[in-house]
């Protein structure tokens, strides 16, 4: 089971950095002036999750390949909540920023 959410984690965070590549290279920025700096570290968030993704997806794969005592499995399992919890918590926060009226900004 473990390995089918290394899978998964391992090509949400490949996903992750393609969309964070587009909405970096996107006219998006041209709504967003008056924000200033906004564009870059909402990149940036986005970049730091996804190699955390990718980074907690390929420890996953690699302990599934390869039979390994049940501490690396539990080590491994706590990566995947810190993993989480982070994209959890920037998901939301570029959730709440996204649909916020430019005025309350």
Do not use: H
């Amino acid at each position: 089971m473990l390995g089918f959410f290394a899978i998964i984690t391992l090509l949400l965070g490949i996903a992750m950095i393609v969309l964070a590549i587009r909405f970096t290279t996107s006219d998006f920025s041209k709504d967003l002036k008056a924000l200033g700096n906004y564009q870059n570290i909402a990149f940036l968030m986005l970049l730091a999750g996804a190699i955390i993704a990718v980074l907690t997806g390929i420890c996953g794969i690699v302990v599934c390949v390869r039979r390994v005592n049940i501490i690396v499995n539990i080590i491994v399992g706590f990566f995947f909540l810190i993993a989480f919890l982070l994209l959890f918590v920037n998901g939301v926060a570029i959730g709440g920023i996204s649909t916020t009226r430019l005025e309350t900004l």
